[in-house]
């Protein structure tokens, strides 16, 4: 395992941030860490990375724990924090340089500050003072000096903040590279890009984890799916209640309905049933699965 957390915890006075999580991730998997504001995504974040010490628990990293190998741990793990600190008078290559001299990449620091460089597409603004650049190159260099001493594990707080929607495809391509060998952990707002990027998605509220999955699995669990059929002439809601593997129905405009239920392809079979031995006619059978927004939404409300 990459990372492996185990009742994870966080106390401010009476306040759990964190309450006993549980995760683990392998090497070669992206995971979109999601949750509203305050759920306790950065606060777990920034105890995976060693930047805050956890109440409870336990986190390795690698095979190192967090607590008592805290340098290993950062030697291993490139942070990308959600405030993304910079020294603003500091030039792009002079800040890099800054950032490997740290790493103690020696020798190999000038050619690495390079392919960083055209990695995380800085080229254009590589020769000027990080206080001069847009608020998507900033978050650019950010990304560039977590990934600078070629980590074993990622982890990115709201990476794409601020960028344009060309900046958004490039980095989201190049996230999507460095998945295939290092462990990506993301958090983010926008639900668009963790479908587009993340092969698993973690949702965390109120300091708990209330879903750990696929997209594809969140989408097709109950109720998360749904048909939409429109019929010839009026059905009672009652009718449609009763078919099997339906958790509820909800009426749009017209003879239209909406049925949702975790098994998509055996409520079409039951509809074509139901009209042929109901004599009813449907004009218009549409299977959907719900928005990972959608289901953010309901798990998190």
Known sequence: MSIQVSQLSKTYGEQ????????????????????????????????????????????????FDVAKEPLEVRRRVGYLPEANPLYYDMYVKEFLGFAASVHGLGKAAPERIRNIIALTGLEPESKKKI??????????????????????????????????????????????????????????HIMQEVEAMCSRVIIINKGQIIADDTVQNLQQQEGHGYIQVTFGEPVAAAELEQLPEVVRVAP??????????????????????????????????????????????????
Request: net charge positive; aromatic share 6%; glycine share 10%.
């Open 252 to 301: 749009q405009e017209g003879n239209t309905w909406q049925l949702f239920t975790g098994n998509v392809e055996a409520v079409r079979k039951n509809l074509l049933q139901f009209a042929l031995l109901n004599n009813r006619n449907i004009l218009s059978l549409q299977s959907n699965s719900q928005s990972l927004e959608a289901i953010f939404r309901q798990l998190t409300k």
């Open 16 to 63: 759990k941030a964190v309450d006993g999580i549980s995760f683990a991730l392998n090497k070669g998997e992206i995971v979109g860490f999601l949750g509203p504001n305050g759920a306790g995504k950065s606060t777990t974040m920034k105890m995976i990375t060693g930047y805050l010490p956890p109440s409870g628990g336990q986190a390795v990293v690698s095979g």
């Open 131 to 188: 206080g001069a650049l847009s608020k998507g190159y900033k978050q650019r260099v950010g990304l560039a000096q977590a990934l600078l001493h070629d980590p074993e594990v990622l982890i990115l707080d709201e990476p794409t903040s601020g960028l344009d929607p060309n900046q958004l495809a490039d980095i989201r391509q190049v996230i999507r590279a460095l998945g295939h060998n290092k462990t990506v952990i993301l958090s983010t």
